[in-house]
């Protein structure tokens, strides 16, 4: 007996030397940078993005209803209020609205940067517009803040980059390797017509990029557990996306007399089945990466659960699923968005369908997710249909290339006190259709993400502080200098 219990205190002993061995080794992987030469916003700067928010470019499910005047409006006032970059560059506009500027750097044999964003926004409900502090489409600006829809989402990002690109023209600067501007007019839509259309543009002028940024992830402020410190999260991949339509029909009839199931009880039955069989939760690679970068930098505890996660696997996920963004993070969602049934009190309908969500985890194909509802509802009755969209959940982007150096460089030298790591990026962005100009796509977009502005993302009162949007003019700058100067 005491030799079994010797044994087994020596395996203990053994295990945590080695659970304490990977906690001490953990070394940072911060990188050290010099900060960034302070850059003179241009004085209008501000006033620019104040009335790129006034022209409402709104993105509708309709594309009959979408304002195309409203887009002609948008392209001419980059054209007149970036007038270095409009002659001096080279623009090309996609199906009218999406647009592409390019910068030739001096060497061709180096594989261009693109740097994206979006155009459009998604609407203001009628019902919501009194609810606003200012004007939804007013581009108020007061207490430091600029107001209005697109703020955030995504003006910020092309705005950012406009004015980037015309101080750099203004001082002279040469880039060495070529920069692609890339802005899409219908994102909010599924980018068709835009990213989609602007990827086969260049794809057809034999563009291979060496990496592209898109918007995504940004600095979050409170809402990374373990840390104090802001967190700049760097997209290195995003989940996939898939609507699935169930329908289904059955005899209906008077309300007094109602069958043992009708239409509405089995589809209540499937979608109650398919939320009580979540896909199983899993680790990613860019959570294992978001937790081999932010690890080090953790307090001891959750620095020596993230150092060993052949351990702890299974407690960081149950701690993951504790929060809705951390559940999103470690698994395939499953979010019914539609129920369409009935047109009267007292009659039973014929006919009923809903239609289900999935933002699918990488690793997790489009065809799984299919079986997976299949098998789980388990009834020839219900037709399963794809909705008109859908994309496939992409491969993580390294982290040591140079496209992840040069973003994590550019925000260690203008926000030098935030602790930068990859991450998932849960919704669905442009990016997912330039893969076939590049391997090394991230999202990133420089503002400030907290628990208020994070409510603001197609909500209510939509706003960046002025701060901010010089700070994200000063990060596009040194990005387009440190990308494009080799």
């Known amino acids: 007996m005491k030799k079994i219990l010797l044994s087994l205190l020596v395996v203990v002993v053994l295990i945590v030397g080695y659970l304490l061995f990977n906690t001490f080794t953990s070394e940072s992987k911060q990188i050290d940078v010099p900060p960034a030469a302070k850059i003179e916003v241009n004085t209008n700067a501000r006033q620019h993005m104040s009335q790129a928010i006034q022209i409402p470019t709104i993105s509708n499910e309709n594309y009959l209803d979408i304002d195309s005047a409203a887009f002609y409006r948008f392209r001419d006032f980059l054209k007149t209020t970036y007038p270095y970059t409009d002659s001096l560059l080279e623009t090309t506009y996609i199906n009218e609205f999406s647009v592409i500027i390019k910068w030739p750097g001096s060497n061709s044999t180096l594989k261009p940067v693109i740097v994206m964003g979006h155009i459009d926004v998604v609407p203001v409900p009628e019902e919501n517009k009194d609810k606003w502090q200012a004007a939804p489409f007013g581009g108020e600006i007061k207490n430091g803040e600029i107001w209005g829809r697109g703020a955030i989402d995504d003006k910020i990002s092309v705005i950012g980059n406009m004015e980037a690109v015309e101080h750099l023209l203004k001082s002279g600067f040469k880039p060495t390797r070529t920069l692609y501007l890339c ?23 034999g563009v291979e ?29 995003e989940k996939g996306f898939i609507s699935l339509k169930l329908s289904l029909a059955m005899d209906g009839g008077h309300s007094s007399m109602p069958a043992k199931e009708t239409t509405i009880d089995v589809l209540a039955e499937a979608i109650t089945k398919l939320k009580s069989n979540p896909f199983p939760a899993r680790l990613s690679q860019p959570v294992v990466d978001f937790m081999n970068h932010l690890g080090p930098e953790a307090g001891f505890l959750q620095k020596m659960a993230f150092a060993n996660q052949w351990l702890f696997k299974p407690m960081l996920i149950s701690t993951f699923e504790k ?42 194909t489009i065809t799984e997710v299919k079986e997976h509802v299949k098998n789980t509802i388990n009834d020839e009755r219900i037709v399963i249909t794809e909705g008109s969209f859908s994309s496939e959940a992409p491969a993580a982007s390294g982290t040591d290339t140079f496209g992840y150096k040069t973003i994590n460089k550019t925000i260690r030298a ?73």
Not at 213 to 219: H, T
Request: glycine residues 8%; without cysteine; hydrophobic residues 40%.
């Open 209 to 237: 990029a060496e990496f592209v940024l898109d918007e995504g992830s940004a600095i979050t402020q409170g809402l990374v557990p373990g840390t104090n410190k802001d967190v700049a999260l760097i997209g290195t991949a």
């Open 183 to 205: 802005f899409g007019h219908d994102e909010e839509i599924g980018g068709i017509n835009g990213a989609i259309a602007i990827v086969s543009h260049l794809k057809a002028q």
């Open 323 to 364: 929060s809705k963004a951390g559940n999103a993070t470690v698994r395939t969602t499953t979010a019914p968005t539609i129920i369409q049934a009935g047109v009267k009190e007292n009659v039973i309908p014929y006919q009923a369908t809903a239609t289900v969500n999935f933002r699918i985890l990488p690793g997790t």
């Open 414 to 486: 203008v926000f030098p006190e935030t602790i930068t790591t990859p991450n998932l990026v849960i919704g669905a962005t442009d990016s997912r259709h330039y893969y076939p100009l590049s391997e090394n796509i991230y999202r990133f977009t420089p503002f400030y993400l907290n628990d208020e502005s994070l409510k603001t993302f197609h909500g209510i009162d939509e706003r960046i502080a002025v701060k901010d949007f010089d700070k994200a003019i000063a990060f596009y700058t040194e990005l387009i200098r440190n990308a494009t100067s080799e």
